[in-house]
């Protein structure tokens, strides 16, 4: 069981260029996740999907789209990175009912 | 949706028992109370959660006060690898499952 997996780990990118993190979760979840951390900050969420076919926007949503592709996979993308958004981007999922958070092991992103 | 506040650093001796308190004084009846952790820059490892009644299971103990307004994590022997970043986290009632991570507390077990 790999848990969650998220790709790339690492991406370098210009102003103004586009990308997707991708998440994938092999728990049978029907909840996932995407985070952001900054340096010395909590984790800020930035979109999360209920359940297949549904999302919603969390604390910071702006400059970001999501897709909830199917019940395993769940991308986010930046259209036109700005620096504002080179973070650590975590992707998780859960159990509607449990609650316990899985976390995938992070994307750091850096915007130049 | 309900907020916590917490210490933003503490300290605790090797062996000793660490005790993170955390106040959520919104929250509502049907939320529940979550602790995590975040060793590095490593994702957020689950500790324990809780609803009105205390918990404990092999990580940690969960005292909640009987107006849920606070609420203390306590690690029984910390030991140096408890030295993370602690969230308390309420949970968001209704659709979705929403959790919203605060800045936490930064535990540093001293040898």
């Known amino acids: 069981n790999a848990g969650v997996t998220q790709t790339p780990k690492f991406q370098v990118l210009k102003t103004g260029q586009s990308m997707t993190l991708q998440c994938a979760q092999d728990m049978n979840h029907n909840s996932m996740y995407w985070y952001r951390q900054d340096p010395g900050m909590g984790l800020r969420l930035i979109y999360y999907?209920?359940?297949?076919?549904?999302?919603d926007k969390g604390e910071v949503p702006n400059g970001y789209n999501v897709s909830r592709l199917n019940k395993r996979e769940f991308s986010l993308r930046l259209e036109s990175a700005a620096p504002s958004q080179t973070s650590v981007y975590f992707c998780?999922?859960?159990?509607?009912?449990?609650?316990?958070?899985?976390f995938g092991e992070g994307s750091r992103l850096t915007v130049l | 949706d309900a907020k916590t506040t917490q210490p933003p650093s503490m300290d605790c001796a090797e062996g000793r028992a660490a005790n993170l308190p955390c106040n959520h004084s919104t929250i509502s009846g049907n939320e529940y109370v979550y602790w995590y952790r975040q060793i590095h820059s490593q994702g957020p490892q689950y500790i324990i959660h809780g609803l009105k009644n205390n918990e404990t299971n092999e990580m940690a103990s969960l005292i909640i006060t009987e107006d849920r307004k606070s609420s203390t994590l306590i690690l029984p022997h910390a030991t140096l690898r408890d030295t993370a970043v602690y969230y308390c986290i309420v949970r968001v009632a209704g659709t979705g499952n929403q959790f919203y991570f605060g800045t936490g507390t930064s535990l540093t077990v001293i040898p």
């Open positions: 999907s209920a359940s297949e076919g549904t999302t």
């Open positions: 998780a999922s859960s159990e509607v009912l449990s609650g316990e958070l899985f």
